[in-house]
Each structure stands twice: as C-alpha cells, then as structure tokens.
C-alpha cells in the first residue's frame, strides 16, 4: 500500500516568508509525528498527534512553528517569518498504535532552503 | 550533553565485512530501541527493533541492547555494496506527553565498497 508522502519535495523561500509542508499518512494510521533533520545534528522532534487528543507541541523550537492535522489525517507543519537556521530536512512520520513503541514509517520529507 | 551519543563517522568497510555500530545514551527511561536504515535523500526506515536488554536477530543484522550499560549495537554480517546509508540509532521510553516520540542518534555513514 501507499507509505506517508510529504510535499513539496524541495522548497525554496526568502527569509521572511511563511512557508506550508504537508503530510498525508498511511491510512488508518492514528499517529502522526514531526522531527526536523539538520546536518550533523540527527532527527529532532517537533511535534506528535494522536487522535483526537491535544497534540504535544513540546519539540517545536519556537512560536513560529506550528501545526495542525484535519479529519485526523492530513497534517501541516507552518513555519511564519522564516529564518536562515530553519533551513532543514523536515520529516513526518505516521504509525498505527499507541501502546508501547510504535512502530514509525516516515516520509522521504521536505528538503527546506532558506536563503 | 546529548541524550544520546553516536559516532558519525564515516566507516568505511571492505565487502564482507561486519560492520558494528553503537550508540551511547544517558536516560535510564529509555525502554524501546530501534536502528534505521537511511539512505541518501529518502526518509529513515525501520531495520531493527528491541524492547528492554537482549539480542534481536534478523537475516544479516543482529541488535543488542545493554540497559545496564546504557550502550545498544548493531552488527551487519556479510556486508554488502547496498548496505552503505546512513544508520540511525533511536530509542523512546514513556513520557508525559508524547509517550513514542523518538530520541535518535545522529547517524553514523556506513561505505562498504566493492
């Protein structure tokens, strides 16, 4: 079956600009995650959704981060005002339990330039 | 200091080698532990999964976590071309709010060269 696809792929912004990735899990999957992958610094976690619950917004590095998931499905990640050192690969990760360790498959993520 | 620790590299190994790949970690919470497989430009995918100490054994690969130690390994048998990514170490263990989110290493780069 289909994995999680994220777009866009690539994406280049000015400093300055908002920028919209998006992320559509594997059906049926209940949780969806966020990391951010920098060079040299691993994967980072930025957010976590599970179901209808509040989501755990403990990793975004800032108030210019946000995100959202509809119809607990589709999630956006939202980066306002965006600066050099959000320059990053972002990736979503989606699994279908709650207990224990899920399982996580991830997206091949959005690659984000910020010149 | 991190909570967990990797060696980045990069290893370069002859083919047929065994590789061993380690990582280091400070948080006695850490319960659940998994290795990744990422190649270049693609996303992270799941190679081995471990819960508490022990041995995990899979075709070529074998993982082994040591709790007591706070030190996990990955061992490639019989490496081949196809084997060269980047490894991922990451672990989780029960928190607050996000009871599954993933600490990981960041990565050691693996060459195996024909």
């Known amino acids: 079956g289909a994995g999680v696809s994220q777009s866009p792929s690539n994406k280049v912004t000015e400093k300055g600009k908002d920028v919209e990735l998006r992320c559509d899990p594997i059906?049926?999957?209940?949780?969806l995650y966020w990391y951010r992958q920098s060079l040299g610094q691993g994967l980072e976690f930025l957010i976590y959704?599970?179901?209808?619950?509040?989501?755990?917004k403990s990793g975004l590095p800032s108030d210019r981060f946000s995100a959202e998931r509809t119809g607990g499905s589709v999630s956006t990640l939202t980066i306002q005002r965006t600066q050099q050192e959000d320059s990053a690969v972002y990736l979503c990760?989606?699994?279908?339990?709650?207990?224990?360790?899920?399982?996580?498959?991830f997206g091949p993520g959005t690659r984000l330039t910020v010149l | 200091q991190k909570e967990v620790e990797q060696d980045p590299g990069p290893l370069s190994v002859p083919e047929g080698a065994i590789v061993s790949l380690n990582c280091t970690y400070s948080?006695?919470?850490?319960?659940?532990f998994m290795w990744y497989r990422q190649y270049s430009r693609k996303g992270p995918e799941l190679l081995m999964y471990?819960?508490?100490?022990g041995n995990k054994e899979d075709g070529r690969f074998t993982a082994q976590v040591d709790k007591s130690s706070k030190y996990i390994s990955l061992f490639i048998r019989d490496s081949q071309p196809s084997d060269s990514a980047t490894y991922l170490c990451?672990?989780?263990?029960?928190?607050?709010?996000?009871?599954?989110?993933?600490?990981f290493g960041t990565g050691t780069l693996l060459a195996v060269q024909p």
């Open positions: 959704f599970q179901g209808n619950s509040a989501p755990d």
């Open positions: 059906s049926g999957h209940t949780a």
């Open positions: 990760a989606s699994s279908p339990t709650t207990g224990g360790a899920d399982t996580q498959y």
């Open positions: 471990t819960y508490s100490s």
């Open positions: 948080n006695s919470a850490f319960q659940y």
């Open positions: 990451a672990m989780s263990g029960r928190y607050g709010g996000a009871t599954n989110k993933l600490i």
